[in-house]
């Protein structure tokens, strides 16, 4: 299993943030592993391009033009996507639980009570990414979508 990058390079992303203690509180093992995750939910994602090699194991480096030139790197926000999604899953953030949540129309305690109107999730929630920041990382290489959704308005 690999991921988009090390534990070590992680750490000195989140030297420079602040509200980090979910990751600065983690093992070395947890962390590889929730950027192992990470990177398994990113590449769950349809990307714009090819592989520059079918045989990689991870979507990225990706090409965009007829062939690969050999100059094709990781795209830092790519890196820093699977950064905060570790981050986001260390911190206990889990996409099917919030997904679970939008069910919830209504709550309630004693005479008090709140009412939701959830249409449909978050895009990045519904995607499987646990963090709307990450999400604007990953944004931009995302291919364009051929659906067209349809809501009823009553």
């Known amino acids: 299993m690999t991921a988009y990058d090390t534990y ?12 980090v203690i979910a990751w600065n509180d983690s093992t070395t093992t947890e962390k590889t592993t929730a950027l192992i995750e990470a990177s398994t939910r990113i ?6 391009g090819k592989k520059v090699d079918d045989a990689q194991d991870l979507e990225f480096p990706r090409y965009y033009g007829d062939e690969a030139d050999g100059t094709e790197v990781t795209p830092d926000d790519i890196k820093i996507a699977a950064y905060e999604v ?3 899953l260390l911190d206990g953030v889990d996409p099917e639980f919030e997904m679970e ?10 005479s008090i009570r709140n009412t939701y109107s959830r249409g449909e999730a978050p895009e990045h929630i519904a995607a499987g990414i646990p963090s709307a920041y990450a999400w604007r990382f990953l944004k931009p290489y995302l291919a ?10 009553s």
């Open 86 to 88: 570790a981050f986001a």
């Open 144 to 153: 364009k979508s051929n659906v067209v959704r349809l809501k009823r308005v």
């Open 8 to 19: 070590t390079n992680a750490n000195t992303y989140f030297a420079s943030r602040l509200h």
């Open 101 to 110: 949540n939008l069910a919830i129309s209504s709550q309630g305690f004693s």
């Open 43 to 48: 590449d769950r994602l349809h990307f714009r």
